[in-house]
Every structure is written in structure tokens, then in C-alpha cells.
């Protein structure tokens, strides 16, 4: 047990960054939780690295339900499981909890929310539909996506039973009105969400092994019946199981899995953190699952590019503004992220500014963080921004005057923005934070249907497999949402939790 304290010590060292979003693991994981180690910095920006997991010498060798990844979805499938009596296990090959949820920033898109009826936004679950399915090319899986919105409310409401209250609204690209729920300090969700959904794990009971890196699903007689995982990359263990659900997240850090689908994006950066490299893809393949539209990958506009770290769409929500080499806005900042970031692939340089005032920083609290990072410049008056940032400084003031005019009239003339225009950039200090498009999601993934049972390419699901977050595919169709990906990993991730549990119930 010293040896474990000392180990937990050690995770209090790492950076966990809380900046982008959903779960991850890895095709050579022993290697890439190796790098991950050596690749970690000495601050820490969230208790979900501090947690002292569960001592691995305490690892049984049956549970009721064995949940591949420690991300957003997995624990949030491990306490809905164990809140109807089953006895959960949950394994992450990484040294901490919280997968690339610890780095979603925005929020988490629901609708029909009782936060929305408290301050008087009107929305609906066809809208939310309509506008995601909108975004996403019309690709969308609809049995999925109708799911997915019918359940969105509900959703809040049972992270607020937990403890977890996403009571603060704003917008984001592609949605019309204020779905978009954050914590109440208006802090990144992804830390808060792992945090508290870590406290209700070990509050719960439910054993957390971290370094356990899943490395087979295990057959038995043609039927799903346990995992093989390698822990501290040294042994190797089998854990049978009644039922398995994998949520180890996409490949957005994957190089070689980009390459594969997508070597247009091979040189991008990525926001993803170490352990999404599609391990839960291959298993699942291995074992009868198939993949769909891996193809889909999606591009986040507004990335740091030397730190990779997104600067989340918040900052553009509560009314910042994006600006060329040139200080000039060129597009609807609000429109869906794919068509943003091409519009930014078409400025000089590839790149542009992220400008705010300090209206901005005070209503989205993340903003703090790459402040503090020192991922953007500031100046007491745009004059001076304009200067540390190396564009004409009477360009820029006609630029944020006329974005100003547009606010006051709540008509943007220039770009056809309606949304996030509730305050103008009045207020200095002013910040600006250069950006480029950077991978940050998978939208492609295994196939499973609204039961998240895993299924077949005769689509018919994989007995005793449940699969839930970006490890899957098909409910975003050509381009994510944002805000939707933490409302996916808490939907799907609740529904695994409960039909896994109904599956081992019915077998008993």
C-alpha cells in the first residue's frame, strides 16, 4: 500500500489540462502511457489528479460489469450501474482518471432543462434535433441523435443529484438559443465533471484501477466473458465479467489512425490527450464490432498551436470576436466549427486572433487558465493589443467598433451573426489569443444502437457488449457540436450503465 501512496503522490504531479473534450486510450498503450508519464509538467490544474485510486493489489478477478476507460462516460456508467445494485469495476490505462473530459471546456448542450425554464430561455427537444442534425451534415444517426436530445434533461438532472450542477448557460457554434450548461463559476465543465464524478465513484465504493490497461475482450464459447489487462506494464490478469462496456474514447492522438483516415490531417496538432489512440475500436473489431464513418474527423477552429490547447468556444459564446493578420473579423464566429475553420484555413498565415475585453474573461472564468499559461497577449487599450499583436491599430478599432454598432443594433451586417451578441468588447484590459484548426474529435466509431449494445455488421448486437461515448460512432454525423460530446459521454454513457445492468439481471 506505501508503494501505491507513492504512486498517487507522483500523479499529483501531472498536468492534466483543462482545455477542449470525452475518454481515450491506446493501440501501443504500455508505450504511450510511457510517454504520457515522461511528457507530463509539474502543474496541477485539477483534483482528479491528486485522487488516490484504488490499490491494484485489490483487483479481483470477476465483477459483475467491467468497464473499459476511466473517461466521462465510463465512470458515469460505473455509478448508474451501481446505483442498481450491480458491482462495477472500472479500468483506465492512464495514471489518472478523466480522459479527454478533463479537457472539455464549453459545457454540456440539453435541452428542455429546468436551468433553461429558470431563466426564461425557450427551447425544445425538436429544436435541439433540427439544429444538431443541421450540424451535422444530415448524417446523423436519428435513432441515436432522437435519443440523445430526449434525454438530455434528464441528464442534468442526474448530475444534479450527484452533486454535480451545471446551472450557468451560454451558446455555442450552430445552436440558436442558450443550451449550453456549465458549472456555476463559469469554469471549464470538463474538470468539474470529472472531479465530481470521481468523488461519487469513490463515494460509491466502485474500485478505480489506474495503469490497467485493457488489452483483449475476452471470449468464452463465442460469448463476451472478460478482459485481459496488463497493470503497471508489468502483469498480466484476467477479469471475467457478465457483461463489458467499453468507453476508452476515439484516436484523435493517434498519428498512425489519422493517417489512415484522414492523411490530409496528418500534420495538424492535436488537443486530444495521450491515451486516445482507438484501443477500444480495434478490441471491438476483433470481436464481431464494426466501425463507421472513421472518416469523420473533426477539426476544432480555434486551437494554441505551440501547446495545443484549445481555447474553448466560450470565449466567442459571451461574445468574442475573430480577426485576421490584417485586424479585420472575416466570418460568423458562431457558425458550426468545420465551417469556421475553413474559413480560417482560407486567411493568410492559416491562423487568426481570438479577441476579447475583460467582460469576456469575467463571464467565462476558463479564460483565466491561458492567461495564466500565457497563451494570448494583452493590452489596457486596443491601441496597445493592436501593437503586441502586429496588426494596424486603427483597423483593429474599426473593427471592434463596428462589431460594437452590431451589438447595440443586434444586427451584424458583415457576417450574418445572431447569436452570442448579448455584450459588446467595451471593457479593457483586452485579450488575444492567435489560433489555428487543430484535431479535436472523432466523429467516426463502433456501431451500437439507442440500447448502446455493440452490434454486428448484420446489426445484431454483440451479447454482454455495451459500448458509449467517442469510442462510438454515427450520432454526430459530418461534424460535432459543440457542448454535445460531454452530453453524449453522460446520455450513453447512463443508458450502458442501465442496459448492461438489465442484461446481467436477466442472465441471473
Not at 359 to 365: M, T
Amino acid at each position: 500500500m506505501k508503494k501505491w501512496v507513492k504512486i498517487a503522490g507522483l500523479l499529483a504531479l501531472m498536468s492534466v489540462v483543462l482545455v477542449g473534450c470525452s475518454s481515450g486510450a491506446s493501440s501501443k498503450s504500455s508505450s504511450s502511457s510511457s510517454k504520457a508519464n515522461k511528457a507530463a509538467s509539474s502543474k496541477v490544474t485539477s483534483g482528479a489528479s491528486q485522487q488516490a485510486y484504488t490499490d491494484p493489489k485489490t483487483m479481483k478477478g470477476k465483477y459483475d460489469i467491467v468497464i473499459v476507460g476511466a473517461g466521462g462516460a465510463g465512470m458515469t456508467a460505473a455509478i448508474e450501474a451501481k446505483q442498481q445494485g450491480m458491482n462495477p469495476v472500472i479500468l483506465e490505462k492512464m495514471p489518472v482518471a478523466g480522459g479527454n473530459t478533463l479537457k472539455a471546456s464549453s459545457g454540456m448542450n440539453a435541452s428542455q432543462t429546468k436551468v433553461e425554464a429558470a431563466q426564461g430561455v425557450k427551447d425544445s427537444n425538436d429544436q435541439f434535433y433540427e439544429e444538431t442534425l443541421k450540424g451535422g451534415g444530415g448524417t446523423n444517426d436519428k435513432a441515436l441523435l432522437r435519443y440523445f436530445v430526449d434525454n438530455s434533461a434528464s441528464a442534468i438532472d442526474w448530475l444534479d443529484s450527484i452533486g454535480i450542477k451545471l446551472d450557468k448557460l451560454t451558446i455555442s457554434g450552430g445552436m440558436s438559443v442558450k443550451r449550453t450548461h456549465r458549472p456555476h463559476d463559469g469554469s471549464a465543465v470538463g474538470g468539474y465533471l470529472v472531479d465530481g464524478l470521481v468523488k461519487e465513484v469513490k463515494k460509491e465504493k466502485i474500485p478505480l484501477f489506474v495503469n490497467s490497461d485493457v488489452t483483449k475482450l475476452n471470449e468464452t464459447d463465442g460469448k463476451i466473458s472478460g478482459v485481459t489487462v496488463k497493470i503497471n506494464q508489468d502483469k498480466t490478469k484476467k477479469i471475467a465479467a457478465k457483461a463489458l462496456i467499453v468507453t476508452t474514447g476515439g484516436f484523435g492522438a493517434s498519428k498512425q489512425m489519422i493517417k489512415k483516415y484522414r492523411p490530409d490531417l496528418a500534420h495538424y496538432v492535436t488537443t486530444n490527450q495521450a491515451g486516445a489512440t482507438g484501443d477500444g475500436i480495434k478490441m471491438i473489431e476483433k470481436v464481431g464490432g464494426y466501425a463507421i464513418d472513421m472518416n469523420k474527423i473533426q477539426i476544432h477552429p480555434t486551437v494554441n498551436q505551440s501547446k495545443h490547447i484549445l481555447i474553448g468556444e466560450a470565449t466567442r459564446g459571451e461574445g468574442g470576436i475573430l480577426v485576421n493578420q490584417s485586424g479585420k473579423r472575416f466570418y460568423n464566429e458562431m457558425n458550426t466549427r468545420d465551417k469556421v475553420s475553413a474559413a480560417i484555413n482560407k486567411q493568410k498565415g492559416k491562423d487568426a486572433w481570438v479577441v476579447i475585453d475583460t467582460g469576456v474573461r469575467q463571464r467565462s472564468s476558463a479564460i483565466d487558465f491561458y492567461i495564466k499559461d500565457k497563451l494570448g497577449v494583452e493590452g489596457k487599450t486596443l491601441d496597445e493589443l493592436a501593437k503586441k499583436m502586429k496588426v494596424p491599430a486603427a483597423t483593429l478599432s474599426k473593427t471592434v467598433s463596428t462589431w460594437n454598432e452590431a451589438v447595440t443594433n443586434k444586427k451584424d451586417a458583415e457576417f450574418g451573426r445572431t447569436t452570442g451578441m448579448d455584450h459588446g468588447l467595451t471593457t479593457g484590459p483586452y485579450y488575444a489569443f492567435k489560433i489555428a484548426p487543430g484535431i479535436h474529435y472523432t466523429m467516426g466509431g463502433v456501431k451500437i444502437n439507442t440500447k448502446t449494445e455493440v452490434l454486428t455488421k448484420k446489426q445484431q448486437p454483440i451479447p454482454a457488449l455495451y459500448a458509449a461515448g467517442e469510442v462510438t460512432g454515427g450520432l454526430h454525423g459530418d461534424n460535432r457540436i459543440g457542448g454535445n460530446s460531454v452530453a453524449d459521454i453522460v446520455i450513453f454513457g447512463r443508458q450502458a450503465g442501465t442496459q448492461a445492468t438489465a442484461y446481467v439481471k436477466a442472465q441471473q
